[in-house]
C-alpha cells in the first residue's frame, strides 16, 4: 500500500529556518497537503495543493515538492510552532480513492 | 463561518454500540464530502471513510471496511459514525473534517474521544 514517509522530528531554534519532509512514490503525480496539530486540538491546515497557504496561515509558512518528496518550510520559527505536523495526499491505486497521512512529525523550538 | 460540531466524549464497554455524529452549519452541507479520521492517543491521523450527503455514498478505508458504518442526515446536517460492536482498540479521538475538491480537509471537528474499557 502507498505509504507517505516524514521524520519523527525536528528541531530548530526560534528564528531558524525549520523544514520538514514527507516522502511518497505517488507524489509526482498527486498534490501533498500539510497539517499543524497543537497538544489537544484538532488538526489545522497550513498548506494545500502542494504550496498554497490557506487565509489567516502566517507567511513564514510554505511549501514545496520535487519528485517523490515535498518540504514545509517555516521560515523564522516561533514558539508557538511548536506542534506536530502531517504531510497527506491521496491514493488513487485502489478502485475507490484513499486518504493517507503521512506518520508526523514533532516540531521542537528550542 | 463554516462549523464541524462533533457530538462529545463517550466512555464504553467492549462489546456495545456507539454512534457519533458531527454537524456542519455556514455553509450547503450537502455539496461538501465529509470524512472521518481516527487518532490514538499519542500516535498519527488516519482516515477512515468518506461521505458525500448529496446521496449518502460513503467510501471506508480498508483497515475499517466492515468494522464501521458512516451514515448522513440532511434535514439535520449531520454526519454520523457508528459501531456495533466496540473493542478496546477503538479507543481514540475522532474527527470529522470537510473534504475540498482537490483532496484536502479545510475543515475540522474538535474532535470526539470514544474510551472502550471493560
Known amino acids: 500500500s502507498y505509504e507517505l514517509t516524514q521524520p519523527p522530528s525536528v528541531s530548530v531554534s526560534p528564528g531558524q529556518t525549520a523544514r520538514i519532509t514527507c516522502a511518497g512514490d505517488?507524489?509526482?503525480?498527486?498534490?501533498v497537503h500539510w497539517y499543524q496539530q497543537k497538544p489537544g486540538q484538532a488538526p489545522v491546515l497550513v498548506i494545500y495543493?502542494?504550496?498554497e497557504r490557506p487565509s489567516g496561515i502566517p507567511e513564514r509558512f510554505s511549501g514545496s515538492s520535487a519528485r517523490t518528496t515535498a518540504t514545509l518550510t517555516i521560515s523564522g520559527v516561533q514558539a508557538e510552532d511548536e506542534a506536530d505536523y502531517y504531510c497527506?495526499?491521496?491514493?488513487?491505486?485502489?478502485?475507490?480513492?484513499?486518504?493517507?497521512f503521512g506518520g508526523g512529525t514533532k516540531l521542537t523550538v528550542l | 463561518e463554516v462549523l464541524l460540531v462533533q457530538s462529545g466524549a463517550e466512555v464504553k464497554k467492549p462489546g456495545e454500540s456507539l454512534k457519533i455524529s458531527c454537524q456542519g452549519s455556514?455553509?450547503?452541507?450537502?455539496?461538501?464530502?465529509i470524512a472521518w479520521v481516527r487518532q490514538v492517543p499519542g500516535k498519527g491521523l488516519e482516515w477512515m471513510g468518506i461521505?458525500?450527503?448529496?446521496?449518502?455514498?460513503?467510501r471506508y478505508s480498508p483497515s475499517v471496511q466492515g468494522q464501521v458504518t458512516i451514515s448522513v442526515d440532511k434535514s439535520t446536517s449531520t454526519a454520523s459514525l457508528q459501531w456495533s460492536s466496540l473493542k478496546a482498540s477503538d479507543t481514540a479521538i475522532y474527527y470529522c473534517?470537510?473534504?475540498?475538491?482537490?483532496?484536502?480537509?479545510?475543515?475540522w471537528g474538535q474532535g470526539a474521544l470514544v474510551t472502550v474499557s471493560s
Open positions: 473534517a470537510r473534504r475540498i475538491a482537490d483532496g484536502f480537509f479545510d475543515y
Open positions: 455556514g455553509y450547503t452541507f450537502t455539496n461538501y464530502w
Open positions: 461521505i458525500y450527503p448529496g446521496d449518502s455514498d460513503a
Open positions: 505517488a507524489l509526482p503525480k498527486q498534490y
Open positions: 495543493k502542494d504550496r
Open positions: 497527506q495526499s491521496v491514493d488513487t491505486s485502489g478502485t475507490y480513492l484513499n486518504w493517507i
